[in-house]
């Protein structure tokens, strides 16, 4: 006997979309006024794990549909004009509640870091941590960097490496500015040293107070 399953509606879908809340990889937004605010967005989903944005939504998770189409044009100039490289995403359209909800899936991108434009045209790299759009790190973006050698590459574990080992087991968490005073290095070679045990798998960044620090990597907690 063959047993036909209902389709999920729309009403079902975005409900279902919004139980879940604002988290890594969802975000929602009322409106959208401007573009440059979106790529920021857009910027974190491609630059973390990828992620979904729901326009029409508010905060508090209450659909208010959107306004105009013009919306769709927002999100097309955030990815196109505002975003380097530019940022892949699918656009779908939804009717919840009798209102029009759209609903943008961004990947995680394979050409990291994305940059967002400010109002002067510089780039500024982000990174999604829980439902927050935090800029990157000197650290982030070496880390990126760092990716296209391969993971095969010779390091030699120096005196400096030791350091930055022991000093890590030695501390729940450590900043970059206690790094660099305690190594007595270079912010550029702090930079390149946690990026390169953050590759290799020996180190994780962790936002605490609203700063970036870094610790030992935990198998339980996944990467920012």
Same mark, same amino acid.
């Given at each position: 006997?063959?047993?036909?399953?209902?389709?999920?509606?729309?009403?079902?879908?975005?409900?279902?979309?919004?139980?879940?809340?604002?988290?890594?990889?969802?975000?929602?937004?009322?409106?959208?006024?401007?573009?440059?605010?979106?790529? +920021?967005?857009?910027?974190?989903?491609?630059?973390?794990?990828?992620?979904?944005?729901?326009?029409? *939504?508010?905060?508090?998770?209450?659909?208010?549909?959107?306004?105009?189409?013009?919306?769709?044009?927002?999100?097309?100039?955030?990815?196109?004009?505002?975003?380097?490289?530019?940022?892949?995403?699918?656009?779908?359209?939804?009717?919840?509640?009798? +209102?029009? *909800?759209? *609903?943008?899936?961004?990947?995680?991108?394979?050409?990291?870091?994305?940059?967002?434009?400010?109002?002067?045209?510089?780039? @500024?790299?982000?990174?999604?941590?829980?439902?927050?759009?935090?800029?990157?790190?000197?650290?982030?973006?070496?880390? @990126?960097?760092?990716?296209?050698?391969?993971?095969?590459?010779?390091?030699?574990?120096?005196?400096?490496?030791?350091?930055?080992?022991?000093?890590?087991?030695?501390?729940?968490?450590?900043?970059?500015?206690?790094?660099? +005073?305690?190594? +007595?290095?270079s912010r550029r070679e702090a930079e390149v040293l946690l990026a390169r045990f953050i590759r290799f798998g020996i180190a994780e960044p962790c936002f605490i107070e609203h700063n970036f620090c870094?610790?030992?990597?935990?198998?339980?907690?996944?990467?920012?």
């Amino acid at each position: 006997m063959q047993v036909r399953m209902n389709p999920m509606t729309d009403d079902d879908y975005i409900r279902a979309l919004i139980a879940e809340g604002e988290h890594r990889q969802q975000d929602f937004k009322f409106e959208i006024s401007d573009a440059r605010k979106i790529a +920021r967005t857009l910027s974190a989903f491609a630059n973390t794990a990828g992620g979904r944005l729901l326009i029409g *939504v508010k905060d508090n998770g209450r659909i208010a549909g959107v306004r105009s189409e013009e919306e769709a044009y927002m999100i097309e100039a955030a990815a196109r004009l505002y975003c380097s490289p530019e940022v892949e995403y699918t656009l779908t359209t939804h009717r919840a509640e009798g +209102r029009i *909800v759209l *609903v943008a899936e961004v990947a995680e991108s394979v050409s990291k870091p994305v940059y967002a434009r400010d109002e002067s045209g510089k780039g @500024w790299a982000y990174v999604r941590v829980a439902d927050e759009n935090i800029l990157a790190t000197r650290v982030h973006i070496r880390v @990126w960097k760092q990716a296209a050698r391969p993971l095969g590459e010779l390091v030699e574990f120096s005196d400096r490496e030791r350091f930055l080992l022991d000093f890590l087991r030695e501390n729940e968490y450590i900043t970059f500015n206690q790094y660099c +005073r305690k190594g +007595r290095i270079s912010r550029r070679e702090a930079e390149v040293l946690l990026a390169r045990f953050i590759r290799f798998g020996i180190a994780e960044p962790c936002f605490i107070e609203h700063n970036f620090c870094f610790r030992l990597c935990r198998s339980d907690v996944s990467d920012v």
